[in-house]
């Protein structure tokens, strides 16, 4: 059974999945779809058709706006942003103009990250705080500051990755095993 407060505001033409919790004066707009288990914090607003999967954290202060889809497991963090027009001007109507842009399965963005649109962030990346994404992000990478720049890897479970001379890194909270090889990690074992 979900949980919306009383301060909440849920539009009619919303799917919302099992278990999940909308808290003190957050507003799902309609056509919006959120997937089961999905924790959104205080004052959220998902606009209109975005796209949110299973087991999502949204902290307090975000917008996910129309042209964002969001995959399983995604985390985005307090006050984080997304844009969905490049060139904004409020006396301009540009919605025929919306950049989609997908955050992948497992990833993290940071508390007061700046998102871009028309970028993917790779599954399990990891956007550091404050970070301004104006590109697409890699799986795995690990990636901070305006514009952000990768500075390295982590695993699925948000752990720096410190590959061998062989391009093979272990997890040190699973020992799984990730491999390096020409710009591009994969969870091997």
Not at 8 to 35: E, P, Q, T, Y
Not at 146 to 168: A, M
Not at 172 to 185: A, H, I, K, N, Q
Request: proline share 4%.
């Amino acid at each position: 059974m979900s949980f919306i407060h009383e301060t909440a505001v849920v539009d009619d033409g919303c799917l919302i999945g099992k278990n999940v919790k909308i808290w003190h004066f957050s507003h799902i707009m309609s056509g919006a779809r959120i997937g089961d288990n999905c924790n959104f914090g205080q004052n959220v607003v998902i606009s209109p058709n975005v796209v949110i999967g299973k087991n999502v954290k949204i902290q307090n202060n975000v917008s996910v706006y129309t042209g964002v889809v969001c995959e399983d497991d995604v985390f985005l963090g307090p006050s984080m942003v997304f844009t969905n027009v490049i060139n904004p001007r409020s006396f301009v109507d540009r919605k025929s103009e919306f950049k989609p842009t997908v955050v992948r399965k497992g990833a993290s963005i940071g508390a007061n990250a700046t998102v871009v649109c028309g970028v993917e962030i790779g599954a399990y990346a990891m956007v550091g705080a404050g970070s301004v994404v104006t590109k697409d992000v890699k799986p795995f990478a690990l990636v901070v500051g305006n514009p952000c720049r990768q500075i390295g890897w982590v695993s699925e479970y948000g752990h720096r990755l410190s590959f061998d001379e062989t391009g093979k890194a272990v997890c040190p909270e699973t020992s799984s095993v990730y491999e390096l090889r020409d710009g591009v990690v994969n969870k091997i074992s």
